[in-house]
């Protein structure tokens, strides 16, 4: 019975926490720090009742571990705040659950794989809502890279055309082309994020784990480095503070619905690895 109401509590948070990715692109921390709380003590209470520890130190040892991974996703600038806190309370939730053998690494399995094709088609909706601009934007891209990268190219794969063994040939020519294909995908990505992602907000309207893309110095002291994972309440309120009107920031896609997906898929498809392998 316990197992069902924690499942149920996860997917009413996963539901209203997607709604709220797609609205604002943001998941509220009270959601996810309820999530986590509830999840600890509903845990606590019924260890302490029936004296099955598993369920409350399992949840404990989750919530360790996917912090450790949330963080790297954060840190990385993969995921949000929010979403690195939902994985978190996810973890709380679904740590130890009896009549779920393994719940919780399917879910985290089915996420990443449900995100990797969610983010792949993001991306073909957002070059097909504007090409033109996108293009525009990589030709650009592709003419500041293209002659450096040629060279370098060049110096690599001629020398490999002399080396006699014929499958140790096609296995180096191979590896240059996949290394030229994975720069054109870097370069067709910093193109779409230019062109739909990245914009210029008022100070105003900025919220703690925004992603501003400049330095911002006041009065030549650093206040924010572009490389950090987020901003904090503390730079906001001196942005505040000393007037600073705009900045430019990027946004993230509403990544959590993926969530959503990987944990219905999980009751439906536990090993969905194995359609990719």
Not at 195 to 222: A, R
Request: hydrophobic share 55%; with cysteine; proline share 4%.
């Amino acid at each position: 019975m316990i197992d069902i109401f924690l499942l149920t509590l996860g997917f009413i948070g996963l539901i209203v926490a997607s709604i709220s990715d797609i609205k604002t692109r943001e998941v509220p921390d009270w959601l996810n720090y309820s999530l986590i709380a509830s999840g600890l003590g509903i845990r606590l209470i019924y260890s302490l009742i029936t004296n099955i520890w598993p369920y409350f130190l399992y949840a404990v040892f989750a919530l360790i571990v996917v912090f450790l991974l949330s963080s790297l996703m954060y840190y990385t600038k993969q995921w949000g705040g929010g979403d690195a806190k939902l994985l978190m309370a996810l973890a709380v939730l679904f740590a130890y659950l009896p009549s779920q053998k393994l719940f919780l690494i399917k879910l985290i399995i089915n996420i990443l794989l449900v995100g990797a094709v969610y983010g792949i088609l993001y991306s073909i909706y957002f070059i097909i809502k504007k090409p033109r601009q996108i293009q525009k934007e990589l030709t650009k891209s592709i003419k500041r890279w293209h002659k450096t990268s040629a060279i370098i190219l060049l110096l690599l794969i001629l020398p490999s055309l002399f080396i006699p063994n014929q499958t140790i040939k096609l296995i180096i020519i191979s590896a240059l082309l996949i290394l030229l294909f994975h720069q054109f995908l870097v370069l067709l990505i910093k193109a779409i994020e230019k062109v739909h992602l990245c914009k210029t907000i008022p100070v105003s309207k900025l919220t703690e784990g925004d992603w501003i893309t400049k330095d911002i110095y006041i009065n030549k002291k650093l206040i924010y480095k572009k490389s950090s994972p987020g901003i904090e309440k503390e730079q906001i309120a001196l942005l505040k503070k000393y007037q600073i009107k705009t900045v430019p920031i990027k946004e993230g896609i509403p990544f959590v619905p993926a969530f959503l997906i990987g944990f219905i898929l999980t009751f439906f498809i536990p090993n969905l690895l194995e359609i990719f392998i």
